[in-house]
């Protein structure tokens, strides 16, 4: 018999799903799916899982797990969010690198016992190969970012995505959002240019440069214009949102209902200003022990840092975001086993504060079994950055949750703007 894998499409949009169709077995027969590839830092990848073909000779991977794979559910995506460090399957998984809008390319091999391999390849794209996706930088009256939309859009649904504490230009999740059809910039608001080096004491301003720069190009309609943010972009984007009624839509992924002090080895100070003024903030509690792991280079959570913080504030309502001023709708995604801080607490202090408030718009929330939901779908979900832990869950449920929360967010954009 003629074995087969096939993956349709060969090409696609890095957050569609992608069918892997494997036949042409002798019923019974084992073989070895396997999947490889190199992420920006150069580190590379690889899932892995042994199936038994059934009496068709066939393979569903949304009915079948792996006998001893890299993943432990029947998924069709298995293969793709199950990436690990190549030859490293205990350790905890680490960050994928992705901040550019380079496809990310698989190599994936069906392994049958004393025959050749079949391979395919696949390509997976954050920005069409056609350049039906225009890429704007802008570097100006310190403004740092880049605008992406649908190319020849006049006036169309506008995003503002932030990025979390890594600082920098993120691209990736900019791009897949205007690939459905929105112009969104992806501003840099510290970290690079002539930005805060630090995330402290970040200026908002830069957010009314932005919003006037995005008044003058014809593809952004910003009577339609909603945003977007994750861990500490997350609190940002709530508390952007609370202060500026031309946003008519919030999402936000393991985020904050405070504002909290900046990441910073100095004085404690906020996060952000307005008219340099530091807003009011809640300060870390960083115990002893946390701080020693911090320095030496061991793993470190961060959840009990900002619990604590939290229960020792005197009136922590000065540094609440008032999210009931927020002119339209909220979506949150949390996870309940996150460790960089609170964020599934955060999210219930949201939803709560929007009900008691009488916010008179909807408020999505999906509280998920899952760590710190900041990962790229269909791309593995990290459990720790370098020293820092992410999360005390699997990372099968952090990887299908960041899936479940994307499509969701797209969903909720779609419908509100």
Not at 60 to 88: F, H, I, K, M, N
Not at 238 to 262: D, K, M, T
Not at 382 to 388: D, E, H, I, K, Y
């Amino acid at each position: 018999m003629n074995a087969f894998l096939e993956l349709e499409p060969r090409e696609s949009r890095a957050d569609e799903p992608v069918e892997c169709r494997i036949g042409g077995l002798e019923p019974g027969e084992r073989v070895v799916l396997r999947a490889e590839t190199v992420d920006e830092g150069g580190r590379r990848w690889a899932s892995r899982g042994t199936f038994a073909a059934d009496a068709d000779g066939n393979i569903d991977l949304a009915r079948q797990a792996p006998e001893d794979g890299t993943w432990s559910v029947p998924s069709a995506s298995g293969w793709l969010w199950s990436l690990r460090p190549d030859g490293d399957d205990s350790a905890p998984v680490p960050l994928f690198r992705k901040k550019t809008v380079e496809p990310v390319s698989l190599e994936v091999s069906l392994k049958r016992k004393k025959k050749p391999a079949t391979r395919q390849t696949l390509v997976r794209r954050f920005a069409p190969a056609d350049n039906t996706l225009v890429r704007e930088t802008v570097s100006e009256d310190g403004l740092e970012g880049v605008l992406f939309y649908p190319a020849g859009m006049e006036s169309g649904p506008t995003l503002i995505v932030l990025s979390g504490s890594g600082g920098g230009l993120d691209e990736p999740r900019a791009a897949l959002l205007a690939a459905h059809g929105f112009a969104v910039l992806a501003p840099a608001y510290f970290g690079t240019g002539s930005l805060p080096r630090e995330l402290s004491r970040v200026p908002l301003e830069f957010f009314e440069r932005g919003l006037t720069w995005l008044k003058g190009r014809p593809a952004a309609d910003t009577s339609r214009l909603g945003i977007f943010g994750y861990s500490k972009g997350g609190e940002l984007a709530l508390l952007l949102a609370s202060l500026h009624p031309e946003i008519r839509a919030a999402g936000v992924f393991s985020g904050s209902s405070y504002v909290w002090q900046g990441l910073s080895f100095g004085r404690a100070a906020s996060s952000w200003t307005r008219e340099g003024k530091e807003l009011p903030f809640l300060p870390m509690k960083v115990p002893p022990g946390s701080f020693l792991r911090l320095l030496t280079g061991r793993p470190v959570s961060f959840y009990n840092s900002y619990a604590r913080g939290l229960r020792a504030a005197e009136n922590p309502g000065k540094a609440a975001i008032a999210v009931e001023k927020i002119n339209g709708p909220v979506f949150l995604a949390a996870g309940e086993h996150d460790e960089v801080w609170p964020a599934a607490e955060f999210s219930d202090t949201v939803a709560a504060r929007l009900a008691e408030r009488g916010h008179p718009h909807p408020c999505t929330y999906l509280r998920e079994a899952a760590g710190h939901l900041v990962g790229l779908p269909y791309l593995p979900a990290a459990q720790v950055c370098r020293n820092l832990i992410f999360s005390r869950g699997h990372f099968e449920e952090d990887s299908l949750a960041t899936i479940k929360a994307w499509d969701a967010l797209v969903a909720f954009f779609r419908e509100n703007l």
